[in-house]
Nanobody
Framework: QVQLVESGGGFVQAGDSLRLSCAASGASFHTHTLAWFRQAPGKEREFVAGIMSTDGSTYYADSVKGRFAISKDNDKNTVFLQMNNLKPADTARYFC??????????????????WGRGTQITVSS
């Protein structure tokens, strides 16, 4: 049974930085594809960033490219999301997700079978 627990959310000002963490149990990050999604009130959940199990390549939503960075620590089974220059539009609940093995659609939420409960980020202007 894979369990994911996010941490690091909070209330920040526009332009600030935050780093989210997602600790996993029951999964080996050597073999799992990992991703962050977010969901704002009244909106659908959307892809933010992903990191592949095969070669560690990363993918980002256009809205966060150049500001966010996903990384992982395989030994600690933890994935991170470094978020810089936060904007009010980044306000959402952020979820960690993972799946075993490769996917050709890392931005598709239905490719992920395991999800954390999320952590809230609120960015004020």
């Amino acid at each position: 049974q894979v369990q994911l627990v996010e941490s690091g959310g909070g209330f920040v000002q526009a332009g600030d930085s935050l780093r989210l963490s997602c600790a996993a149990s029951g999964a080996s990050f050597h073999t799992h594809t990992l991703a962050w999604f977010r969901q704002a009130p009244g909106k659908e959940r959307e892809f933010v960033a992903g990191i592949m199990s095969t070669d560690g390549s990363t993918y980002y939503a256009d809205s966060v490219k150049g500001r966010f960075a996903i990384s992982k620590d395989n030994d600690k089974n933890t994935v991170f999301l470094q978020m810089n220059n936060l904007k009010p539009a980044d306000t959402a609940r952020y979820f960690c997700a993972c799946r075993f093995g490769f996917t050709a659609q890392p931005k598709n939420e239905y490719r992920y079978g395991y999800w954390g409960r999320g952590t809230q980020i609120t960015v004020s202007s």
